[in-house]
């Protein structure tokens, strides 16, 4: 069995440590618990490794978050991965820092990333695991607010989030959705 673990997030150092691109850290996080590094591939940066006999593809598109549909499809389709077999890192405003929620299907609320996605996939159906940005910015500094970096409370609880959505993300593949919603929502 195959599947597809895409972090969402923007591409160029000047956007590295934001939170538009908590996708990115949780990709990175994956490929090291597995062992595996990215290489430069078609559509972004992609590590193939195994976890518990399923092949497991990571890939952090270069192509800007409002274009993410093309790279996930061009690797669904390349590698013959179904859509239930396709899981999506993103940020989200709407739930409190750190906040950890998987779902099997959903709108993009908002996220020009899954936006994208959902236009070329045309679908929504497809699992999503949304890392909890809260929404703690002045009326119109949203955009400044995503892509800017982490505040200190913020960072001194980072490295244990991204590990608890990595494991959230590994166990998609191997319990399913259903078994990893039940564990790991709301955590």
Known sequence: MKYLIVGLGNKGSEYENTRHNIGFK???KIAEK????FNTANFGWMAEGKYKGRKVFILKPDTYMNLSGNAVRYWMQKENIPLENVLIV???LALPFGTLRMKGK????????????NEVLQTQNYARLRFGISA???????VDYVLGTWNEEETEKLTERIDT???ASLSFVFAGINNTMSTFNGK
């Open 106 to 117: 959903g709108s993009d609320a908002g996220h020009n990333g899954l936006k994208n996605i």
């Open 34 to 37: 597995l062992e595996v590094s």
């Open 90 to 92: 993103t940020d989200d």
């Open 136 to 142: 703690d910015f002045a009326a119109g500094r949203q």
């Open 26 to 28: 949780v990709a990175e």
């Open 165 to 167: 959505f990595s494991k």
